[in-house]
């Protein structure tokens, strides 16, 4: 059972049912909040390989633990904000509730002083990062919101659909992002686009040969996350350090880790691969360079570079992890939203190598 205790906000709110898990939000006299939540998945939903709510091994490997690795050293280099998202929060009505899914280290919670924030994160230690700040969040994932249909005024998503890698799981993501907002509310999404402005940052990522379909799905829900044999440890927080998030990496030992996934899911479906080319790839391992006084090498970061979820860059003295990004291409965001019948797209646009579209809930 998770337990988090953040300031409550919401005195009306008293429970939200959730798919595959029961839910309890009680506020107690000081509008203290307390969310319950404990593993109710049926055996059916543990069985079926083809669930999107079931995650592939390759977002619970490079992205999920990823994040609970780095998180402090991320949050650190995420505080600026993109004026195109700051101009939609800031022209929402007063009073609205927003939902941030995927908020990472929450800095969108509260840009609008106008508005209520909740946000929602898969990893724990960036949930954590945002409690501290005050904010009202839970750990949740974004294929299974935890908010009953309809529950908020507006929602957004940034750059967080690209870690997910299957089309059903991303076209889910966007279903319950429009689920959750009322009738006539926005969800504004923006991904990483495979058109960069700079092409050289191409070149700096590994590119993936093999395209993750449904069938590549292994058992076990993000909710229910297996401890590793090794836990990936955050490190404390300290002064912000001049290491980028787009470094040149040869992924050699991530291919080796790819080729494990790989035989592991062929073990559940004997699915067969799917090459890309060149001309069309969009399948990447994307670096993030953690540097050594952030890292505990003879800990947690020894435990990754022996099992090959990291590998060490003497020359720039970090512990460098590979997260998985799927980049979208021109009107690929278009086309998942085109099969959902209760939403419309009423902005789409192009921003700093970012896709974005702005969708309005129509039943």
């Known amino acids: ?29 000081n509008g203290e909040s307390h969310i319950l939540q404990s593993e109710l998945a049926s055996d059916s939903q543990r069985n ?50 927003v939902l941030d899914a995927g908020c990472g280290n929450g800095k969108y919670l509260g840009f609008n002083p106008d508005c209520f924030f909740i946000g929602c994160d898969i990893s724990g230690p960036l949930i ?9 969040v839970l750990v ?57 402005e700079d092409k050289s940052l191409l070149a700096k990522w590994t590119p993936l040969t093999q395209k993750y379909g449904e069938e590549w799905i292994g058992p076990g829900s993000p909710r229910a996350r297996s401890p590793s044999s090794c836990t990936l ?23 080796q880790s790819l080729q494990e996934i790989t035989s592991q899911s062929e073990s559940y479906s004997g ?4 090459v890309k080319n060149a001309n069309n790839q969009q399948e990447y391992f994307v670096p993030w360079h953690l540097p050594y006084h952030r890292a505990e090498v003879s800990g ?28 979208f291409s021109e009107g690929e965001l278009e086309r998942l939203v085109a099969g959902i019948d209760n939403a419309v797209i009423v902005d789409r646009f192009f921003d700093k190598s970012n896709w974005c579209i702005v969708l309005e809930k129509k039943l």
């Open 271 to 274: 699915a067969s691969t799917d």
């Open 233 to 255: 440890e955050s490190i404390p927080e300290t002064e912000e350090n001049g290491f980028g998030e787009r470094k040149k990496d040869s992924g050699q030992s991530y291919m």
């Open 48 to 97: 079926s390989s083809l669930n999107v709510q079931f995650t592939p091994e390759i977002e619970k490997k490079y992205v999920h633990h990823v994040y609970d690795a780095i998180a402090p050293h991320f949050s650190s280099t995420r505080f600026a904000k993109w004026p195109k998202v700051a101009n939609f929060l800031s022209s929402l009505p007063s009073g609205s509730l």
């Open 1 to 29: 059972m998770i337990r988090y205790s953040v300031s409550g906000i919401f005195s009306t709110m008293r429970e939200a049912k959730v798919k595959g898990v029961s839910s309890l939000c009680t506020f107690d006299s």
């Open 140 to 196: 949740a994932d974004a294929v299974d919101l935890p908010y009953r249909t309809g529950f908020g005024d507006a929602a957004i998503s940034i750059a967080v659909l690209h870690h997910l890698s299957t089309e059903g799981r991303r076209k889910k993501a966007i279903e319950e992002l429009i689920r959750v907002v009322k009738k006539g509310g926005l969800v504004l999404i923006t991904v990483w686009a495979v058109e960069q």
């Open 300 to 327: 947690a970061s020894a435990c990754a570079l022996a099992n090959g979820l990291a590998k060490k860059d003497d020359k720039k003295g970090a512990v460098v992890y590979n997260r998985y990004y799927h980049v």
């Open 128 to 136: 954590k990062i945002c409690a501290d700040r005050g904010h009202e």
